[in-house]
T-cell receptor, first 115, second 117 residues
């Protein structure tokens, strides 16, 4: 079946550096992907909609200069957390829209720890 | 805008018993999809069940079934013969049947289900 892979699953970075998380659709083309952030025991908060070949659409309150999203190919979207701070530490999860099945598939998620 | 409400933050069920998780939603659309997702400690999002609003018949997947009340905008999940592996966080979610950017999911706050052996 359709699979979405997210990498890395865990990353630790130093405060002030940037870190990139990849979301890849393995066996289908995804023109639309979504990035979520999730705090412990909380719901998934949509950060942005990633559109292949165009700019991402950010949700209100999400800093687009801090959370850079690039969707340069039909199978890959990346989320770059720039100038990371400890408060950016969180679980980030992506999903991809599979048009043929009209279905959403989730990646495994990425734990980001900023020290 | 659509909203999804899960008012119970936690529930507990005895192993082998049945439990029902509640969800209500608000929308002005006539067609939409509703979902229940399971998120175990691994944090992987697992689709439990999907209901299309135009279908009157309640969806069923093995031990999982829903009670979809469109007029009341209610979408509860029933787990029968609860197993220890059912312990997880459960999210109710809504989305448009349209694709692309319109396919984004709106989630409820979630409910933590524990299963007592």
């Amino acid at each position: 079946g359709a699979v979405v892979s997210q990498h890395p699953s865990r990353v630790i970075c130093k405060s002030g550096t940037s870190v990139k998380i990849e979301c890849r659709s393995l066996d289908f083309q995804a023109t639309t992907m979504f990035w979520y952030r999730q705090f412990p025991k909380k719901s998934l908060m949509l950060m942005a909609t990633s559109n292949e070949g165009s700019k991402a659409t950010y949700e209100q309150g999400v800093e687009k200069d801090k959370f850079l999203i690039n969707h340069a190919s039909l199978t890959l979207s990346t989320l770059t957390v720039t100038s990371a701070h400890p408060e950016d530490s969180s679980f980030y999860i992506c999903s991809a829209f599979h048009g043929a099945g009209n279905t959403i598939y989730f990646g495994e998620g990425s734990w980001l720890t900023v020290v | 805008a659509q909203t999804v409400t899960q008012s119970q933050p936690e529930m507990s069920v005895q192993e082998a018993e049945t439990v029902t998780l509640s969800c209500t939603y608000d929308t002005s659309e006539s067609d939409y999809y509703l979902f229940w997702y399971k998120q175990p400690p691994s944090r992987q999002m697992i689709l439990v069940i999907r209901q299309e609003a135009y279908k009157q018949q309640n969806a069923t997947e093995n031990r999982f079934s829903v009670n979809f009340q469109k007029a009341a905008k209610s979408f509860s999940l029933k787990i029968s013969d609860s197993q220890l592996g059912d312990a997880a966080m459960y999210f109710c979610a809504y989305r448009s049947p349209l694709g692309g950017a319109n396919s984004k999911l709106t989630f409820g706050k979630g409910i933590t289900l524990s299963v007592r052996p």
